[in-house]
């Protein structure tokens, strides 16, 4: 369904007069391919480049080199109007996503006028049966955002998502804006919309249980890159990456007496203007050897997964 080749998006520009140009170097040669239905959660954190791939998957921003392709048409040669009958996004907030001055039925309809040469009877149509599926009334149709919670209000980013019937949706943190209850609503929600309609998931996140919850595969991360993919029962099973590990391991838990947890990585925040020589990751590494700071780490999938370390291969190091 989707291929990303190679994927590259630099920043550039200076921080003061006199200072010196830095280059960002957001997402740093991302490849990878999703198969029609499958879901792809991108964890990591902040910082790391997830929300620049999912917009570079968007078409909201160029890629400095590289290609993106869906359903073998590079996302380069069309136009915004075709790469929104492939793509859609739910954005994280639903309390900003919204056009607070608009009714919810406009809101929704919005994509399907963008679009043009449809009949306004058929148009009207098309809204009141997508927010049937998302579980909102007709009666919500004529109310504006302001009148509906929080949930209700990611129900409408979704209808306005799928209104094209699009063949991908990028979902950037679509439920850490709302209440834990209604997060599980949502996620089911998506859940039950990808299989009634066929659709194929970009699902970005800081929550690992809600990736192990929904995603088919899931990439790590790091730097502007997937230091780790695998298929989801395999990744949070048996972790290849530190990285990861440290990512599993800083999940809070409702266990009484359980501390904070303490991941080992140290207090060097990681700079995507200053990326470090070897494998990126080296400085917060806690099983870190001399060659990680020259070596790189950067190897060819093994048995369908990726694992940008040295000691992969080495399970008993990574563990400990």
């Keep these: 369904m989707i291929e990303v080749r190679d994927v590259y998006r630099h920043f550039g520009g200076r921080t003061g007069l006199f200072s010196a140009d830095r280059v960002v170097r957001a997402v740093?040669?991302?490849?990878?391919?999703?198969?029609?239905?499958?879901?792809?959660?991108?964890?990591?954190?902040?910082?790391?480049?997830?929300?620049?791939l999912g917009r570079l998957i968007l078409g909201l921003l160029p890629t400095t080199s590289g290609d993106i392709r869906v359903e073998g048409q590079s996302l380069a040669d069309l136009d915004r109007r075709e790469r929104a009958r492939l793509i859609q996004p739910i954005f994280q907030d639903p309390y900003s996503s919204l056009n607070p001055r608009q009714?919810?039925?406009?809101?929704?309809?919005?994509?399907?006028?963008a679009q043009g040469a449809m009949p306004a009877a058929k148009q009207r149509a098309e809204v009141m049966d997508m927010l049937a599926r998302v579980g909102l009334s007709a009666e919500m149709a004529e109310r504006y955002p302001a009148q509906l919670s929080g949930g209700q209000r990611q129900r409408v980013a979704i209808a306005r998502a799928l209104v094209l019937r699009p063949r991908i949706v990028v979902c950037d943190e679509p439920t850490s804006a709302l209440d834990v209850s209604v997060q599980?609503?949502?996620?089911?929600?998506?859940?039950?919309?990808?299989?009634?309609?066929?659709?194929?998931?970009?699902f970005i996140s800081h929550n690992l249980a809600v990736v192990e919850h929904v995603a088919t595969e899931v990439a790590?991360?790091?730097?502007?890159?997937?230091?780790?993919?695998?298929?989801?029962?395999d990744l949070f099973r048996e972790p290849r990456h530190p990285y990861t590990r440290a990512l599993l391991a800083s999940v809070l838990t409702a266990e009484p007496g359980i501390a904070i947890p303490d991941v080992g990585l140290g207090d060097i925040y990681p700079d995507p203007a200053n990326i470090p020589s070897g494998c990126r990751f080296h400085p917060r590494c806690p099983i870190a050897a001399d060659r990680c700071r020259i070596e790189s780490p950067?190897?060819?999938?093994?048995?369908?997964?990726?694992?940008?370390c040295l000691f992969a291969s080495d399970p008993v190091r990574i563990q400990s």
């Excluded at 790091?222 to 989801?232: K, M, P």
């Excluded at 950067?298 to 940008?308: F, L, V, W």
């Design 220 to 233: 790590v991360m790091y730097l502007g890159r997937f230091v780790e993919q695998a298929a989801s029962d």
């Design 184 to 202: 599980a609503q949502i996620l089911n929600l998506l859940a039950d919309l990808r299989r009634e309609l066929g659709l194929t998931y970009i």
């Design 28 to 52: 740093d040669g991302i490849s990878f391919s999703l198969a029609k239905g499958g879901v792809l959660g991108i964890v990591g954190e902040s910082g790391c480049g997830k929300s620049t």
């Design 103 to 113: 009714r919810i039925r406009d809101i929704v309809g919005l994509p399907l006028a």
């Design 298 to 308: 950067i190897r060819p999938p093994k048995n369908g997964r990726i694992a940008e």
